[in-house]
């Protein structure tokens, strides 16, 4: 039932982020790129239903962070089933909503590829049109860092990333808080931020009718679970 869920997925081409990341290296299989979570939980993250952004100070040592949802359409959806002394319940969206992420120790992901996770949250809500999703995604203020003047992503990337899925205009507090400015790239520096650009927008548009799909497999895989169980069971009485 638990997950490691990459924040920022393998699937994109290395080069391209380090571009869009303003490094050599986007070190995507570094630690500090992943979260273990309910595979319910990652597969709505996936799908952009919700969003993971700081519970506080993003300055503070360790960043706490907490969960928002932000497709209303789910919320008394199902998430799992959990034992307690006064029998199993059921948690829907709805309880997770506004919860505090729980770690083992003060170990936290990186905030540079949380923040491009909530930069995607913050497109695929204004393209789902979800109900006051700028209410609960405050662009940029949360992520301001004096530490981190230099920025998150690179900003022509972002942009570039906006209009090539079409009609989504990022705010400029959202810009201001969490970018930088392209400074003169290296030679051939500039066909990774197209290919960054591409690959990210692509993603975004297939998601909007990927949803059911994500849903019917999830089902899909907890068939099968119970058909392994129940073999387990018949061997065990046999």
């Not at 170990?107 to 609960?136: I, S, W």
Request: proline share 4%.
């Amino acid at each position: 039932m638990v997950k490691c869920a990459h924040i920022v997925p393998f699937c994109f081409d290395s080069k391209g982020l380090s571009y869009l990341f303003g490094t050599d290296d986007a070190a995507l299989s570094s630690s500090r790129n992943g979260l273990f979570l309910n595979r319910v939980i990652k597969g709505g993250w996936d799908n952009g239903w919700i969003a993971i952004v700081p519970d506080g100070s993003v300055e503070a040592t360790p960043t706490e962070w907490k969960l928002v949802l932000l497709n209303e359409s789910i919320r008394s959806n199902m998430v799992y089933r959990s034992a307690g002394k006064k029998g199993a319940s059921i948690v829907r969206w709805n309880d997770i909503d506004g919860q505090r992420l729980r770690f083992r120790n003060d170990n936290r992901p990186a905030r540079r590829y949380l923040y491009f996770r909530y930069v995607m949250a913050y497109f695929h809500a204004r393209k789902g049109q979800y109900p006051d999703y700028e209410e609960k995604l405050p662009p940029g203020r949360m992520w301001a860092s004096p530490g981190k003047e230099g920025g998150y992503l690179r900003k022509s990337v972002l942009r570039a990333m906006a209009e090539r899925i079409g009609d989504v205009t990022l705010p400029q507090e959202l810009i201001t808080a969490g970018t930088f400015v392209d400074t003169e790239p290296e030679s051939g520096r500039e066909i990774d931020g197209k290919i960054a650009t591409i690959e990210l927008s692509a993603r975004i548009k297939s998601k909007e009718q990927g949803t059911v799909l994500d849903e019917e497999e999830d089902h899909k895989d907890d068939e099968e679970d119970d058909d392994e169980d129940e073999e387990e069971d018949e061997e065990t009485a046999e």
